[in-house]
Every structure is written in C-alpha cells, then in structure tokens.
C-alpha cells in the first residue's frame, strides 16, 4: 500500500506532497504525484503565491494553481492552499509600491477575497500567513510589517475567515520551529494571544525543512508538537524534507531514512498532528540545490524515480502503528 493508505491506517489524515508547476510534462512524475494511494494530499509549490495569483493589480490568473488543484481534485486528493501572505514572491507592483495603511489593507482583503473564492471551500487547510518571524523570534522585516505593523497577521486571519467556509482550518506556518526554542516559543505566545482575542486560528504548520546531521530528534519534534497542542489548535509537518551535503553515500541516505522516519512518528504519536506533507518527492525537482549549493537528493524518490531509504523508512513507521 502506498504512504496515504498507511497513514490513514494510523489514524492521520493524508500523508502528502507538494508539486511543482515545473514538472507537469513529466507523466512518470504525474502518475506517482497524483496517485491518491501515495499521496492523499496535495499542495501547489508555487502557483497559489501573490505573484502568480495577482500579478497586476486586481487581475487574478488562477492557470499555474489550477495545472495541479484540479488534477487533485480529480484524484480526490485533499488540497492545502499555500499561501495567502508571505514576504517573498511577491509581485513588484505590491512590493514596489507606496502604500498608505488603509491602501494596503484594502490590497488585503482583495487579494484574499478573490483567491479564497475561487478556490471555495475546496481547501482542506490555508496557509493564511507564511514565515512572519526571525530565528530570534522578532518579526521579519516585509511590506507587511513596514506598513501595517504586526497586526497584519491577524487582520490576515480575520480577512481569511470573512472569506473561506468554516470547515476550512487556517493556519500560520513556519520552519524553524520544529524544537522548543526561541523561535517555536514566539510561535506559540501568537497563538494564545489570537485565542484570547478570538482571532480565527486553526492550526500551526511546522514546515520541517532538515538537514543531515543536524536534524531535530523524535523527541524535539514531539515536544514542539507539544507545544501547540494544549493551545486548542491542531498541527501538521507541511513541507518535509531531508537535505544531504553531497557527495551522498549510503551511510548518509540511511541517517535521512532516519530523520523521515522520527519525524513522521512524532506527529503520528501526537494527538492533533493531523498529517505529513513532504516538499516534493523527487529529487530532481528539489527547491534546495538552487538554495543550498553543495546540498541535495532531500526527497523520498531519487533521480530514477525509484523509491529510497527514506521512503521505506516512512512506510515502516507508518505500518508499526
Ligand atoms: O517564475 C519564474 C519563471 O518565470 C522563470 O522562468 C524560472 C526560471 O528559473 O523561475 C521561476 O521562478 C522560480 C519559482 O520558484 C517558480 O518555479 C524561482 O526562481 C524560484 O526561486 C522559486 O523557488 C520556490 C521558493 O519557494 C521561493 O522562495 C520553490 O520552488 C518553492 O519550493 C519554495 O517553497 C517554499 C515555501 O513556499 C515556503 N517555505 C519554504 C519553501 C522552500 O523554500
């Protein structure tokens, strides 16, 4: 059985992936991506972000999400919609531009408005608001920040519930935060603060891009997980990935099987981690080579296509359940 059937057998959701617009001409890639037993979840790597979405001013183009939403839903994947705010890949007459408080506000609630109905309620998650802080826990310098101040989180939040059906859970994802740290207790702090304030939140991404060697444990990421979970929100790992400083060996792709493998047992063994969403499957098609120079092969599937240590490994944590 593939990776979703095992995960739904031990009581997740959806084991899923993201997919890239890049790789849609590849019908071996495609027939694994959108294979509902492998992966009962899908989210679009780049097409649902502002840049492609409103890439003018109140013009939206929905083409680049929609060559892999509506291949899922067909497929009868569940989707997580990514993302409504984020400080990168943000279109230059957005970035560029002289805003007053009450303009952007209104290029907000815009922006949301028209995505969060085009793509209805068919979102099992959105990701409302993408990597808002440093590692230090401050807030990251963007648009956002400069002009609305902090509160454009949770005006992003309430604009996101105006707009999307209940049943639809919003959430703040991050990387970084898969330890209790400075970073995860910031987090965190957010999160009962809009609780206290009944500002709309549903659940925290921790996005779990990891390294070889210096990856959180089972237990770290059993504790971030912990974290939330007394708050009253649920939890995902939203973009998996296990990176390799290269040349690889077999030594290494055993050590990542093994950072795959406590990763997904720590939200298996969590109440209200509800899924894992791996950041691509294929090696090839990786984000972290162009990122890190010198690193790579981060995924369950290499260059062949064929399947690795890691996906193994996740298949048998999945199974002991
Ligand atoms: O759109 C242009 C296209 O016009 C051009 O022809 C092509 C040439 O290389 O580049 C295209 O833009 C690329 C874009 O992906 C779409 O493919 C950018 O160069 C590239 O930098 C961009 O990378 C994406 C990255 O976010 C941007 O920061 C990755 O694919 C995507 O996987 C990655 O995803 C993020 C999550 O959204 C948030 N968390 C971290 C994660 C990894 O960085």
Not at 121 to 148: P, Q
Not at 241 to 260: C, F, G
Request: glycine share 8%.
């Amino acid at each position: 059985p593939g990776l979703d059937i095992l995960a739904k057998r031990a009581g997740l959701l959806y084991f899923g992936t993201a997919i890239d617009n890049v790789v849609l001409n590849n019908s071996a890639y495609i027939s694994i991506a959108h294979n509902s037993s492998e992966f009962g979840q899908v989210t679009p790597s780049n097409g649902q972000k502002w840049m492609y979405i409103e890439p003018s001013r109140n013009n939206f183009s929905y083409s680049m999400a929609d060559a892999i939403v509506k291949p899922a839903i067909r497929a009868r994947q569940m989707r997580r919609c990514h993302t409504f705010v984020w400080h990168n890949q943000l279109p230059a007459w957005l970035e560029g531009g002289n805003w007053t408080k009450a303009e952007l506000t209104g290029v907000l609630e815009n922006h949301i408005r028209n995505e969060a109905r085009y793509f209805g309620n068919g979102c099992y998650a959105w990701d409302v608001v993408n990597e808002a802080f440093e590692d230090d826990g401050s807030f990251r310098d963007s648009i956002w920040l400069r002009v609305l101040g902090k509160e454009y989180i949770e005006l992003a939040f309430r604009f996101a519930r105006k707009y999307v059906g209940r049943r639809v859970r919003l959430y703040y994802n991050d990387y970084g935060i898969e330890r209790v740290n400075v970073k995860s207790k910031v987090v965190a702090a957010m999160v009962k603060d809009f609780i206290d304030r009944d500002i709309p939140i549903d659940g925290i991404g921790l996005q779990a891009h990891f390294t070889v060697g210096r990856a959180p444990t089972y237990d770290d990421v059993k504790a971030a997980l912990n974290l939330f979970i007394p708050l009253g929100v649920e939890t995902a790992l939203t973009e998996l990935d296990v990176r390799i400083q290269l040349p690889d060996s077999l030594e290494k792709q055993a050590l990542q099987a093994q950072v795959y493998a406590n990763s997904t047992k720590a939200c298996m063994d969590v109440g209200d981690c509800v899924g894992v969403t791996v950041w691509d499957f294929w090696d090839p098609v990786s984000w972290v080579p162009e990122t890190f120079p010198g690193y790579g092969n981060a995924c369950l599937f290499d260059d062949g296509l064929k399947r690795k240590q890691a996906y193994y490994a996740v298949s048998d944590v999945l199974r002991d359940d």
